[in-house]
């Protein structure tokens, strides 16, 4: 059972989507942000102690108009790492979030010794540059997010209704905060360097693409495996982007075999 | 009244099917588009109107900053600026103006300006826009969450790099300068800054705050602008200011003035198809980056109640254009009344003239403009004449004034190097 509990980090209140029982991991969510009912968080809480910060202004968080750049962010992963009381915990991190584990692995390699990078963001590579999400307007994300892109669209619009004009606003002012916040590290390249930091990463890497991925194709996979060192690439057929949604059990077993 | 004959400067070869072939006018307008030769006659043509204009008596001469933009082709307004202050020695020189955050370190823009205003005699209208999020983000860059503090903190610097009296340093987060001292100053100290916004409460009181007087351009007319510019003196009631100059505000109107209403339709209403047609077909994902607006702006309702639908008016008639105040067109008469009926109602003595619209043609555009000078603006001169006296918001050019000297060798004493 997943629950969201509020906890101090220095420069912000932070709340924690938290559950399960085992060892720890830290889950570090996309741009598109993170429910209680996510299928992975779910999944994963069978096996681990499950700990997923909201970056803020994510869902209805506080907004912290002070982590303004890269290494802010990475400060505040460790910062909630630290106010969560954990030491070594398994990091695990889906796009963006792949981007602020990777950062983490790089900056604090002593602090990281398992890292899961479900398709991380944070490369740029020229022969391939990645569809602009910030130029998109909500239907046309689902073409870039998901191998099958009829359920994916019907996952995403669960439960909306943009002719709403109350949910419209909501819909508006969330959009701005969570954009807003991981444009600060994605707009308008998601590259702020750390194909320069990759070597300093440690830990045990297990990365994790989805093989139709069309937000972060494939060579990206390769450029992160070439990057670090003891890493391992796992693709997932039948998967885009979302791979977590698309195939859940495929990516809980491949974390599982970091454990 | 202040009338600022203005030009966005529109590419007028956009293909007929435009709208059907193309994604955008602007931030990935296709580049094939573009023609440099062509280019060299429009850029001539709309100088040559801005002079004109300056001929005629109109008060100001208004250019502005867009970036990849097929309906604006000014990426330096400075630039334009520069080029008529030499041969239109009357008007103000209104740039509207110089989007802080992307000049790398801003005091580019203390020095352009000080220069503009130098050269012209202090004759310069400074504005300092934040930039739409096409320009601003999708263009130059600049991270949306981010662009506010920016152009805060260039704000800042510029506006104290024009009033220091020594050198200083700055520790700015986005810039730092260890010795600040811009060479020219300005003329006028500081020169009248208008601030083009677009109904948030903060804009409002950052004008407010600082004595700017706030623009609204919009293209989508002075009926639909009612709801915005009544929010900014809303405001002012509610901060109890203590006047409510009409100096303090300013509106962008496109008008067409013919002999009739039916020659004005007759001559211009392609022209402003073109516009409304081709020139505003913009992208909706350029529209708004995430973390551009404020969450306050965005809470207050005010980009569903200002946002204009274009796609809309793409296909309205002449007649509801006219009618919906896109536009004012028609006779010197049908124009002058419509002129009325915006300026009390959205209380307004800052009016910024788009009389080139679109595709419109050098010949069209003088008629146009000059009937305006002469049937229309000289009965709505002293609409505000119990605000005469307030000089806040316009340049207080020198009395005396350099003009420019003869360029040919034949008709001076010197350039001949002494040769008998």
């Known amino acids: 059972m997943i629950r969201l509990e509020t906890i101090h980090a220095p420069k912000v209140d932070v709340q924690v989507l938290t559950g399960g029982e085992g060892p720890d991991l830290l889950f570090l969510h996309g741009a598109g942000g993170l429910l209680a009912e996510d299928p992975l968080l779910n999944a994963l809480a069978e096996r681990f102690r499950v700990h997923a910060p909201l970056l803020p202004g994510y869902g209805d968080s506080e907004e912290c108009h002070e982590i303004r750049d890269m290494l802010d962010f990475t400060l505040h992963t460790h910062d909630v790492m630290t106010a969560l009381g954990l030491v070594k915990p398994m990091v695990v991190g889906h796009s963006m979030g792949g981007m602020m584990a990777a950062e983490l692995a790089a900056v604090m390699p002593n602090d990281v010794d398992r890292l899961a990078l479900i398709c991380p963001a944070g490369l740029w590579l020229d022969e391939h540059p990645m569809p602009d999400i910030f130029a998109m307007v909500p239907y046309e994300l689902p073409a870039v997010l998901f191998h099958d892109v009829e359920a994916g669209a019907a996952m995403m619009t669960a439960g909306a209704d943009f002719s709403d004009l109350d949910f419209l606003q909501r819909f508006l002012v969330q959009n701005a905060r969570q954009l807003g916040m991981a444009g600060k590290i994605l707009f308008p390249i998601p590259d702020r360097g750390l194909a320069e930091r990759l070597y300093r990463i440690k830990a045990k890497t297990l990365l994790i693409w989805g093989a139709s991925d069309r937000l972060t194709p494939l060579p990206y996979a390769d450029a992160f495996r070439q990057g670090i060192a003891h890493s391992e690439l796992v693709v997932i057929p039948e998967a885009g982007h979302m791979v977590p949604l698309e195939q859940t059990a495929r990516v809980v077993e491949a974390i599982g075999r970091l454990a | ?420």
């Open chain 2, 1 to 420: 009244m202040k009338f600022t004959w203005f030009n966005l400067m529109p590419w007028p070869h956009l293909p007929d099917d435009f709208r059907k072939q193309h994604r955008s006018v602007w931030v990935d307008i296709d580049p094939k588009l573009y023609d440099p030769v062509k280019g060299h006659a429009v850029y001539n043509d709309y100088l040559d109107m801005l002079e004109y204009a300056d001929s005629l008596g109109y008060d100001g001469l208004g250019v502005n900053e867009h970036h990849q933009n097929a309906y604006g082709l000014m990426p330096s307004p400075n630039l334009m600026a520069a080029a008529i202050s030499r041969r239109a020695l009357n008007a103000a020189i209104v740039v509207l103006g110089n989007s802080l955050s992307l000049y790398n370190p801003p005091i580019r823009v203390a020095e352009e300006f000080a220069m503009l205003d130098v050269i012209s005699g202090g004759r310069l209208v400074a504005g300092f826009p934040v930039g739409t999020s096409m320009d601003t983000n999708y263009c130059y860059g600049d991270i949306p969450a981010l662009t506010r503090e920016r152009y805060q903190e260039a704000h800042d610097l510029v506006r104290k790099a024009w009033r220091a009296t020594e050198p200083f340093a700055w520790n700015g987060r986005y810039t730092k300068l260890r010795y600040v001292n811009p060479w020219p100053k300005p003329i006028q100290s500081p020169p009248p800054i208008h601030i083009p916004g677009g109904g948030s409460v903060e804009t409002y009181d950052f004008c407010l705050d600082n004595v700017y007087s706030y623009s609204y351009l919009s293209f989508s007319g002075y009926i639909r602008a009612k709801a915005l510019l009544q929010g900014y003196w809303d405001r002012l009631t509610e901060r109890n200011e203590p006047d409510e100059s009409p100096y303090r505000a300013g509106f962008a109107q496109t008008i067409c003035v013919a002999e009739t209403d039916a020659e004005a339709e007759r001559l211009y209403a392609p022209h402003v198809n073109y516009f409304f047609n081709r020139c505003l077909h913009i992208a909706p994902g350029f529209a708004d980056a995430p973390g551009y607006r404020t969450i306050k702006t965005i809470k207050s309702g005010a980009l569903s109640q200002f946002s204009p639908n274009f796609e809309e008016a793409a296909h309205m008639s002449w007649g509801d254009l006219v009618e919906g105040g896109f536009i004012i067109a028609g006779s010197p008469d049908t124009v002058r009344e419509r002129m009325e009926d915006m300026i009390k109602g959205l209380h307004v003595g800052n009016i910024f003239c788009l009389i080139h619209v679109g595709d419109m043609p050098i010949d069209k555009t003088k008629y146009s403009t000059r009937l305006f000078a002469e049937k229309v603006m000289p009965k709505l001169r002293n609409q505000w004449a119990e605000y005469d006296n307030d000089h806040r918001f316009w340049c207080k050019p020198l009395d005396q004034r350099a003009t420019p000297g003869p360029v040919s060798a034949r008709n001076g004493s010197e350039g001949n190097g002494g040769a008998q």
